[in-house]
């Protein structure tokens, strides 16, 4: 049976990947050709011949597309990118939204939605840090 972290195809319900997450999805038959409807919803790596990797980069649905080497479809599915909704808290001031990832200590987050000016600030300062990690590994 499928998990969270692992799909199968030919379920009849649309495969389901968190914003910023990897999930493991396998296929019957060896894979000549992936092709992700929307790459800015969704991304596909192949890990091996039965075995794709699928990585949500943003909100939405799309689709998901697997061919063999004669061109015959393996799946054809539809994919849905939604957020993560464990440990989150969302704070609303009017039209405006900020989102904090609680676990245990509320910290601001980058999403997708936000207010701009957070999610600015926010983006800056995790740039900036991984700047200095980089820097500092070399």
Do not use: W
């Amino acid at each position: 049976p499928a998990s969270a972290a692992m799909a199968e195809e030919g379920t009849g319900e649309p495969v389901t990947v968190i914003v910023d997450r990897a999930k493991v999805f396998r296929i019957s038959r060896p894979a000549a050709t992936v092709i992700i409807g929307n790459p800015s919803i969704a991304d596909a790596t192949v890990e091996d011949e039965k075995t794709l990797v699928l990585t949500g980069r943003s909100f939405g649905v799309t689709n998901l597309i697997v061919l063999d080497a004669a061109g015959n479809p393996i799946v054809d599915e539809t994919l849905v990118v939604r957020g993560h909704e464990a440990n989150t808290v969302r704070i609303y001031r009017r039209s405006e939204r900020e989102t904090l990832a609680c676990a245990p200590v509320c910290e601001p987050t980058l999403t997708i939605g936000d207010n701009v000016t957070t999610f600015a600030f926010a983006s800056d300062q995790i740039k900036a840090r991984n700047e200095l990690s980089d820097a500092q590994s070399k």
